[in-house]
């Protein structure tokens, strides 16, 4: 079973997204047991200075194609040329991060190749399906996050999935492969240009769920924007981030940008703690891979101390003083 990922730069680090490496690993480990290829396709202006990191995971193979003319995303300009680079290899599989450019570019590559396209996948395998072979099977919430459904492309090929960045786990040992790469020619068309860019203002990122080892994470049950100064306060006190559910969110207590859960992060830090938060699917989705996982709630059937490693029955505005209080002693 042979497998294609789409590899991403970072335009403003210029160097792999987490998500490509974190795909090549997921198709290494679909193809690997049938013998598989896993190659990964690239186009942009230069190849990402860590390419050879692909290698470390798992990827057997990088098609890539560089031109100054893609320094800026050209969705008919991208289509053109990964749609060759995978027509080349017929694969079974092609695994999209589901960051904004894979959000675009997929769905025009699966229609064209008439294909399906399973968008934000949670799981992947692979398994018998009657008489059609080993098939993807390709796993992702549905109907507002209330049921997982299970999607499959038994007729058609290739196999199109999109998965955001954190979802699929890194091993600490991963196969590592002899760098191979090989430049794919394209007769570059000036029409597949469509747009032209005057500036490109990067967006400022208020919030670093990646490097976070802690996540303090506060939901509706904290009560106020003001009282959420508490949740920074312990995120700060043990050197973390500060998450939230949507709820607190729309509430207006904090920022998007700290959403965690189905549409905001997926976050798997080392020690999750969750402040009148209910533990809603939508949420656990975000949260629910974390090492550690400490919840804070007045209600003693809230949904979350379901997931919880250790659970305090109580007021989070009560709480919350009391860890500050002794981290603070504890110094
Ligand atoms: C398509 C879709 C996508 C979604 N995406 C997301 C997502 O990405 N992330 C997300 O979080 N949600 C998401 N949701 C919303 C999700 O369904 C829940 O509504 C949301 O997670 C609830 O947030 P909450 O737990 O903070 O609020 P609630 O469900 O209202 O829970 C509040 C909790 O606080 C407790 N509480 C109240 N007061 C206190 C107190 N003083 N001290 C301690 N505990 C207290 C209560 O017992 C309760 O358990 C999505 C929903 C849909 C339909």
């Known amino acids: 079973?042979?497998?294609?990922?789409?590899?991403?730069?970072?335009?403003?680090?210029g160097k792999l997204r987490n998500v490509s490496i974190e795909l090549t690993y997921k198709a290494y480990s679909l193809s690997k047991p049938l013998k598989g290829e896993v190659i990964g396709v690239f186009a942009?202006?230069?190849?990402?200075?860590?390419?050879?990191?692909?290698?470390?995971y798992g990827l057997d193979r990088l098609l890539y194609f560089t031109d100054e003319r893609l320094k800026h995303l050209h969705s008919i300009a991208y289509k053109h040329i990964l749609k060759a680079m995978i027509k080349s290899e017929e694969p079974d599989i092609v695994l999209f991060g589901a960051t904004h450019t894979g959000?675009?570019?997929?769905?025009l590559?699966?229609?064209?190749?008439?294909?399906?396209?399973?968008?934000?996948?949670?799981?992947l395998y692979v398994e018998d399906y009657k008489d059609k072979g080993k098939i993807l099977f390709q796993v992702r919430p549905a109907f507002g996050?209330?049921?997982?459904?299970?999607i499959i492309t038994p007729d058609n090929r290739p196999m199109m999935a999109s998965v955001r960045e954190g979802v699929m786990l890194l091993p600490e040992k991963h196969p590592n492969h002899p760098v191979k790469m090989e430049s794919f020619p394209v007769?570059?068309?000036?029409?597949?240009?469509?747009?032209?860019?005057?500036?490109?203002?990067?967006?400022?990122?208020?919030?670093?769920?990646?490097?976070?080892?802690?996540?303090?994470?506060?939901?509706?049950?904290?009560?106020?924007?003001?009282?959420?100064?508490l949740i920074r306060e312990l995120a700060n006190a043990l050197g973390g981030e500060v998450g939230a559910s949507r709820a607190a969110v729309d509430f207006g207590f904090v920022d998007k940008?700290?959403?965690?859960?189905?549409?905001?992060?997926?976050?798997?830090?080392?020690?999750?703690?969750?402040?009148?938060?209910?533990?809603?699917?939508?949420?656990?989705?975000?949260?629910?891979?974390?090492?550690?996982?400490?919840?804070?709630?007045?209600?003693p059937e809230a949904p979350i101390f379901k997931i919880a490693h250790m659970g305090v029955v109580g007021d989070v505005n009560e709480i919350i003083p009391v860890m500050l209080r002794y981290l603070k002693e504890e110094g």
């Open 1 to 13: 079973m042979k497998s294609i990922v789409f590899i991403e730069k970072n335009p403003v680090t």
């Open 44 to 56: 942009g202006d230069a190849l990402p200075e860590d390419t050879d990191r692909l290698f470390q």
């Open 103 to 107: 959000r675009d570019i997929a769905p």
């Open 109 to 123: 590559i699966a229609s064209s190749l008439k294909t399906g396209l399973t968008a934000d996948c949670t799981q």
């Open 145 to 150: 996050g209330n049921i997982l459904a299970t």
């Open 187 to 229: 007769d570059f068309n000036e029409s597949w240009i469509k747009s032209e860019f005057l500036s490109v203002v990067p967006k400022v990122k208020k919030v670093d769920f990646n490097s976070a080892q802690t996540i303090v994470s506060g939901g509706a049950g904290v009560g106020s924007a003001d009282n959420f100064r």
């Open 257 to 299: 940008d700290h959403q965690i859960g189905q549409t905001g992060s997926v976050v798997r830090p080392k020690l999750y703690i969750a402040c009148g938060i209910s533990g809603q699917i939508q949420h656990r989705a975000g949260m629910e891979e974390s090492q550690k996982i400490i919840a804070i709630n007045k209600d």
